[in-house]
């Protein structure tokens, strides 16, 4: 109890002095996560020496996510109040999209340590929207926009049964901007920064089936440019598809 209160005061000490919020936060996460026990279930898992290791935090802090060798992402849950029911639902929404998707969706094992599911994922090379910068990302536009509007057409308008429990209802139907988004687009499209080609689309655990409009709503103007310009490619994509079912009936 004692070392534990000493841990936190020093980490909040340490804290205090970085200016960075997502420094800070990855810092905090960093000092209070049992590292060294982590790199040790990853060695012993990879069967192999670890010679490069890149750390993130994951989504409002519920995860620390380890980079391993280039080659490996480890996840880690930080919270345990429902750490093993995301880790199931996101296995079980990877497995149903990975069989129709255009692009890349990294394969999700799971694996039992210590009362915990850490998920283990093969690492995916490239550069996420949010790693643009500003006057890059509103010039690609162009190009990336139409591929991100086709995948999202694509996942919302698949309709598996094997999901339906996940569903608000059982019998709800994809529409306009409507059915299975994973709704981090800006951090989870992962491309090659010199084709400007979508090569995957990762990090599932919070795909629902909902209205995925708001996704235009981002805060910073470059972004927002960005994704006004999927929007509109996604709105002629479901508008051609409409009409030709039109003509077909």
Known sequence: MILRSLRHFL????????????TRKK???????????????????????????????GHQARNLIIGVNNQWIFKFPLRRDNSHELAIREKRV??????????????????????????KYEWVHGTTLREMPPDDLIAARGVLAPQIAQFLYDIAC?????????????????????????GDICDNFIFNRDTLEL??????????????????????????????????????IYNKKKAKKCREN
């Not at 990877?94 to 599911?117: C, M, T, W, Y």
Request: with cysteine; glycine share 6%; hydrophobic share 35%.
């Open 11 to 22: 980490t909040n000490v340490i804290c205090g002095c970085i200016y960075d919020k997502y």
């Open 94 to 119: 990877v497995d149903v999209f990975r069989k129709v998707s255009r692009i890349n969706i990294p394969a999700v094992e799971l694996i039992e340590h210590k009362g915990q599911i850490i998920r």
């Open 158 to 182: 698949y309709d598996p049964d094997e999901l339906r429990d996940l569903k608000p209802s059982p019998d709800a139907q994809p529409g306009f901007m409507y059915g299975w988004c994973q």
């Open 199 to 236: 090569v995957a689309f990762i990090d599932w655990e919070d795909c629902n089936f909902c209205d995925f409009s708001g996704m235009v709503n981002e805060k910073r103007p470059h972004r927002r440019i960005f994704m006004q310009a999927v929007a509109d490619e996604y709105t002629k």
């Open 27 to 57: 810092v905090r996460v960093i000092l209070n996560s049992n590292m060294s026990d982590n790199i040790r279930f990853i060695r012993n898992n990879i069967g192999g020496r670890i010679t490069k290791i890149k750390t993130f935090v």
